[in-house]
Structures are given as structure tokens and as C-alpha cells.
T-cell receptor, first 111, second 118 residues
């Protein structure tokens, strides 16, 4: 089955700086890569996703890149704000099947 | 956007009792629902995939006789934790996927149920 690794497990940045979270996956059949933000005690919220036919996608301060050859994808958050502080999960899956979650990154944005 | 509800939001029960958690898609039909378990400071671990009208598919290591899943309609799936024990205490989250072919593969998550077994 799919195996998703995520790094780093914790990340502290100064407000206004950029944050980068990286994930690798094992199943070459995976073609859907969502990113979720989860605040303490709440449900995961989809913040951005990318499909295998696209190498990069951007939505305001958030961008995701995908390298299918190397089987890795990354989340980039620019101009970080305190409200970006949360746990971020990457995930990988195929078609209309299940997705496998990464281990999570706790992001702390220091004002 | 698509809304998924869960009930109850939290439950405390005695060891040995059974607890039922409901997951509902409120404004769309969910042919597939997923049940996850999340321990503190850990990731979401998929327990089972629930398809309307058929038996659930359980992940390796998840006891199907302990975690009973029923997906009787396109808007409701239930998870019953039978003979609960303290080690079953966790945050249980469901998600649903729009069967009408909405956004490709996006899952919409419920708010979760905090289960505490005494």
C-alpha cells in the first residue's frame, strides 16, 4: 500500500517568513495529493490539492509543487501569519480511492 | 460547500459498553465514507472505507467485529465501537466523498467525536 513520509515534524518561523513542508510517497499509481490544515480538536480542512497532471499550483499565499519522478511534493506558505499556526498533513491517493496521510507537521508562526 | 456532521461530538462511556457514532452528509449524497481514528498528536489513521449498500472494507489490523460499520443510506454511515476499552479512547473522524462526481476525490470531514472509555 501507499506510504507517505512528511518532514519536518515541527517547524517554527517568524511572522512574515516562508514555511516549507515536504512529503514523499511510495505508490507510483497515486495521482491525487491534498494538503490539510488541522487546528487543535477540530476537523482537517483542505487547503490545497494537486493532481498528477500538474507540477505546481498556487492559491494566494499557498503553493504546492509535485515531482512525480521523484515521488515528492511540497507545501509552501509565504508571508506567514500567526493564524497559519496549526498542524498540516499531506496525503496521497489514487483516483476515487482512499488517501494515506503523512505524519503531520506542527507549524508555529511566531509574532 | 459540502457539509458533513457527526454525532455525538463527545462521549464518555464505561468499559465494556458499546458506543455508536453517526456520520451524515447534509447536502450531498455520499457513496463512500471513510472512518479515521486519531490519537493525540498523531496523524489520521484510516480504519475502514464504507460504501453504501455493501460491506465496509477494513484496513489491516482493524477488527471488523469490534468496529462495526453500517452505511445504510447515501447520507448516513455509523460506526459502533463494541465492548469499548480504555485503549479505544480516541478522536474518531469520518469523511465523505460526493458520489455525484463533484470535486475530484475531495473528502469532506466531519467535526469528529471524542470518545473516552473509563
Amino acid at each position: 500500500g501507499e506510504n507517505v513520509e512528511q518532514h519536518p515534524s515541527t517547524l517554527s518561523v517568524q511572522e512574515g517568513d516562508s514555511a516549507v513542508i515536504k512529503c514523499t510517497y511510495s505508490d507510483s499509481a497515486s495521482n491525487y495529493f491534498p494538503w490539510y490544515k488541522q487546528e487543535l480538536g477540530k476537523r482537517p480542512q483542505l487547503i490545497i490539492d494537486i493532481r498528477s497532471n500538474v507540477g505546481e499550483k498556487k492559491d494566494q499565499r499557498i503553493a504546492v509543487t509535485l515531482n512525480k519522478t521523484a515521488k515528492h511534493f511540497s507545501l509552501h506558505i509565504t508571508e506567514t501569519q500567526p493564524e497559519d499556526s496549526a498542524v498540516y498533513f499531506c496525503a496521497a491517493g489514487g483516483g476515487y480511492q482512499k488517501v494515506t496521510f503523512g505524519t503531520g507537521t506542527k507549524l508555529q508562526v511566531i509574532p | 460547500g459540502a457539509v458533513v456532521s457527526q454525532h455525538p461530538s463527545w462521549v464518555i462511556c464505561k468499559s465494556g459498553t458499546s458506543v455508536k457514532i453517526e456520520c451524515r452528509s447534509l447536502d450531498f449524497q455520499a457513496t463512500t465514507m471513510f472512518w479515521y481514528r486519531q490519537f493525540p498528536k498523531q496523524s489520521l489513521m484510516l480504519m475502514a472505507t464504507s460504501n453504501e449498500g455493501s460491506k465496509a472494507t477494513y484496513e489491516q489490523g482493524v477488527e471488523k467485529d469490534k468496529f462495526l460499520i453500517n452505511h445504510a443510506s447515501l447520507t448516513l454511515s455509523t460506526l459502533t465501537v463494541t465492548s469499548a476499552h480504555p485503549e479505544d479512547s480516541s478522536f474518531y473522524i469520518c469523511s465523505a466523498r460526493d458520489g455525484a462526481g463533484g470535486t475530484y476525490n475531495e473528502q469532506f470531514f466531519g467535526p469528529g467525536t471524542r470518545l473516552t472509555v473509563l
